[in-house]
């Protein structure tokens, strides 16, 4: 990726307002804990949180996921729906029929496209597929879970894009693109596992150089592919919520 230069860094580090894109803990019935905190009256914005039923909206309605997701839009929090792009196998039809199921069943705000392509030949039917989910839903709020910098194109197709996702010991190397500067912060987002809480100030930075006003940290990790670092919250979650709270630092 392109090294980040400091006109990147003072045309994105300004007016950055950080605040948390939840990318879906576990089942309510398995993380209730997690998900009664994010209904806590607090002042760190919470841009979204992902609902993940099974793998998707699952085969009918989901009775605990719907009292979560209910109790999430009464707090006025936006509650996306998963759907699995699988790097662009998924058809057309697969998604938006996962897109109107949670709709119909838990009115949802928007969607997350996660494991969304990344390459300009896959870009016309990501697009299409966009269009379509706010064909659905008029306001619909799109987030394309890329994981890595996408060709710069997707970025005229979707609300935010998740330009980085994985463990920390890359992203505390890690590289912006240089066409993000053309994009305000509250267009991206980056999600990292495995970030030790004494590096948490390091990692905020990191967020707020390369841009990206969306974020989840967390001290979980994925132990080798074994588990999902996002079903449970960060040991140290009340520490990272005053610390936005009070604004990133410098």
Not at 22 to 32: D, E, K, R, S, Y
Not at 37 to 64: F, I, K, Q, Y
Not at 178 to 197: Q, S
């Amino acid at each position: 990726m392109p090294h980040l230069t400091s006109t990147n860094t003072r045309k994105q580090g300004a007016g950055l307002h950080t605040g948390f894109g939840i990318p879906g803990f576990a089942h309510p019935l398995v993380a209730p804990a997690e998900w009664a905190e994010l209904t806590r009256p607090r002042t760190t914005p919470l841009h979204w949180v992902v609902l993940n039923v099974a793998d998707g909206p699952g085969s009918r309605p989901d009775p605990h996921c719907l009292e979560a997701a209910g109790r999430l839009r009464n707090a006025g929090i936006r509650v996306l729906g998963h759907i699995d792009a699988t790097y662009g196998a998924r058809s057309f039809g697969e998604m938006v029929s996962d897109a109107q199921r949670y709709l119909d069943w838990y009115k949802v705000d928007g969607f997350l496209l996660d494991r969304c392509p990344t390459e300009r030949t896959a870009l016309p039917e990501i697009r299409r597929t966009v269009t379509t989910l706010r064909a659905l839903r008029d306001d619909a709020h799109v987030v394309l879970g890329h994981g890595t910098h996408p060709y710069p194109g997707y970025a005229e197709s979707a609300d935010q894009l998740v330009t980085f996702s994985g463990p920390w010991s890359d992203y505390r190397w890690s590289q912006v693109a240089e066409w993000t500067a053309d994009y305000p912060p509250d267009r991206f987002c980056h999600f990292v596992h495995g970030v030790p809480g004494p590096h948490l100030d390091e990692a905020l930075r990191i967020a707020r150089w390369q841009g990206a006003a969306t974020i989840y940290f967390t001290d979980r990790t994925d132990r080798g592919g074994r588990t999902d670092p996002w079903e449970t919250m960060p040991g140290y979650w009340d520490d990272i919520v005053s610390r936005i709270g009070t604004g990133v630092s410098e």
